[in-house]
């Protein structure tokens, strides 16, 4: 039992530290560290998404066959580490860990065929539409309709909190084609052009300041039947699926480990005024250390049985738990470290592109809208709540 | 990368498993509790026997050369069992000692005697004005022209009572705690000048109170040369704490399991506690700090041969995390069991008081996190 990775892995590792150095610009670095959500703007995610594609590694999860670099369970560890460690920034996830995965897993040939070189290449900007002004936690409640005219659907309804749907050109989204008595039934999951007549989408705007969620409404729209991944009526079974992928892709806690590390940087500069001699402050950021020690034992536990084929068994909701738990307990400690910082505010996005330099140093203000923006984690993907339940319900056979 | 069970490690872990599911039932605990000596010599003859006291001591002396994990692995279902016989203070911190700081002369004599089970050992160092700074000892060695003459107090020395020689830590007296300065001395149990007062300790087990008062030792009780022996206590320590982690998550999983368990089959309103949700809720809070503290204690156990700092940060950070994770299972199995949980008549009050016994072990979360903080350059050591 070690926890040090082999001679080839190591190789693999510096050849990971080469692209990145070779790739990341320091433009999309500083724009990454000034993305107070883990979402980042097109014209820096999709700039690294064109890079990693040119490489082979535009989607670390896929099978070969669908474009994946056909990497072991250890290569993704160290791939997502090192992207971490050097604060890369996040591709169109919606594309390549949502949709991309359904597609590759229920969709047609003709729809790989179409859809998987774009998500590689960057082409397409995806966005999920699950959630319903009515349907939240009871996803399955959804009452957007698709009713089958000729070769096409007609779609009615709204979807709500789409991240990024005013960048997007493409949705995924779960429809009702059918009034089942169990409701699940008469869900489908249906590709839809952004661009379609009838479709508009309003701003919403988060308390972070930040605009990254929308509603987005439906109006007759004409979709073909053709752009149904799967059966109809199965796609309840089709988001689940990509629910896990979106709960717990497995390797959160480099990035947790990056997060904390801006922090701890903070609180020993003269930013904060050594707020690290506080030791309150400095036992908390032990706690918090710990907390994500804790997490990537975990994973490597994980990653240990998948390299051995084993099945780790249902932790996806127990790891998205802690990821989002941990997540916000790192973004309180950096609003603590701030001090009197906390009281600014800058209602300008993005932060990177400001008109006027700041009243606060840079490395500051991304801090209490971070904060505030991470309020969502343990409300979106299935509140945690509902993971609860799913943990009471998947792991503890209740 | 790899933290799968070896073949090796898995059979242990079925032999260890299998002998105290038969051995350490209720009946066994409820018999053995009022004994004066607190375990079974019978059962300690059988560990022996069955290669577990040899298992962290080097193979050149006798023993298996296993590791941390190995210790885990035994102590996680000694956990399970509430074993209560001497294996932490003899088999991985006495046996430990003297495989960091004795002599070749005493490696020799003693490691071998562990491993089969023919010696006991017992680390007196805690002391009242220490807490839990390892560092701070006041019992002082006088060197005699034919030997040393020991002086202190020395608290919650565990299986004090059942061990044929006392590890005592002492300083020369007059020093100012310099590198050198603290060193370890065997004193043989039934010393002239040596009091013991034993009692029996929370969640199974004894330990002991110590006076020692002009003991006179020869010159060969010094272990080792004289060189400082905190490093090696530290080092000592750390790894006991990862054991420490281990058999706490034995003891949280089966109170987990246990709660859980009772949870489906207790009715109130008509149908099982387990169909509320507050309590489902409660369940998955439990399932995962025991998760968790498998995660951790596993790590403190990998990290337990590293270099002093990574060592020392992932023994505390393990401690702290595990000692937090355990107060919530701890306290909410006894919550769930109703008023039952607060009496004798169940198992679930003596794990209780066991892990409670664990937090308290060697520092409690909020010092451990401060070590843990000191260690990584952001404190100074006792803020």
Known sequence: MDLTFSAEERIFEQEVRDFIAQNLTPEMKRATALTPSVFSDPDIGMAWQRALHEKGWGAPGWPVEAGGPDWTPAQRWIFEAECARAGTPNVNVMGVKMVGPVIIGFGTP?????????????????????????????????KTRAVRDGDDYVINGTKIWTTHAHHANRMFALVRTNDTERKQDGI????????????????????????????????????????????????????????????????????????????????????????????????????????????????????????TGQNPGAVSSLLKLRVSEIRQAVTRLGVEVIGNDGLYVEPMRPLYRLNE???????????????????????????SEIQRDIVAKMVLGL | MDLNLSDEQRLLRESVDRFIAETYHADHRRKSAGDPLGFSPAIW????????????????????????????????????????????????????????????????AMLPKVADGSLRLSF???????????????????????????????????????????????????????????????????????????????GGGRACNLELTGVRLEPDALIDNGSDALPQIEAVVDRALAALGAEAVGIMQIMFDMTLEYTKVRQQFGKPLSANQVIRHRLADMAMHCDEARSIALRAAVMADAEPVARGRAASGAKAKIGKSARFVAEQSVQLHGAMGVTEELDIGSYFKRLLAFDTLFGGSAHHYRRHAALGGRTPPHA
């Open chain 1, 357 to 383: 330099a700041p009243g606060i140093p840079e490395e500051i203000l991304p801090v209490v809208p971070e904060y505030l923006n991470g309020r969502a984690y343990t409300i979106f993907g299935g509140s």
């Open chain 1, 188 to 307: 489908s999951f249906i590709l839809i052009d952004m661009k379609s007549p009838g479709i508009t989408t309003r701003p919403i705007l988060t308390i972070g300041g930040d605009h990254e969620v929308n509603q987005v409404f439906f109006d007759d729209v004409r979709v073909p039947v053709t752009n149904r991944v799967g059966e109809e009526g199965k796609g309840w079974t089709y988001g689940k699926y990509l629910l896990e992928f979106e709960r717990g892709s497995g390797i959160a806690s480099a990035k947790l480990r990056d997060a904390l590390k801006t922090v701890a940087d903070l609180a020993e500069s003269d930013a904060t005024g050594h707020a690290i001699d506080d030791p309150d402050i400095a036992v908390r950021m032990s706690e918090i250390e710990v907390d994500i020690d804790t997490l990537e034992m975990t994973e490597l536990r994980v990653l240990s049985a998948l390299q």
């Open chain 2, 45 to 108: 003859k059988q560990f022996s026997e069955l290669g577990w006291l040899a298992l962290p001591i080097a193979e050149e002396y006798g023993g298996l050369g296993a590791g941390p994990v190995e210790t885990g692995i035994v102590m996680e279902a000694f956990g399970r069992g509430l074993v209560s016989e001497p294996y932490l203070s003899t088999v991985v911190i006495g046996a430990g000692l003297i495989a960091e700081c004795g002599s070749e002369a005493q490696k020799q």
């Open chain 1, 110 to 142: 003709e729809q790989k065929n179409f859809y998987l070189p774009r998500i590689l290449s960057g082409e397409d900007y995806w966005c999920q539409g699950y959630s319903e002004p009515g349907s939240g936690s009871d996803l399955a409640s959804l």
């Open chain 2, 124 to 202: 007196a160092h805690s002391e009242r004005a220490a807490r839990f700074d390892l560092s701070h000892v006041e019992t002082t060695a006088t060197p005699t022209p034919d030997g040393w003459i020991i002086d202190g107090c020395k608290t919650a020395v565990l299986d004090a009572h059942a061990a044929d020689q006392i590890i005592v830590s002492a300083r020369l007296p007059g020093g100012d705690g310099a590198a050198g300065d603290l060193c370890l001395y065997l004193v043989p149990a039934g010393s002239v000048g040596l009091t013991m007062r034993d009692y029996p300790r929370l």
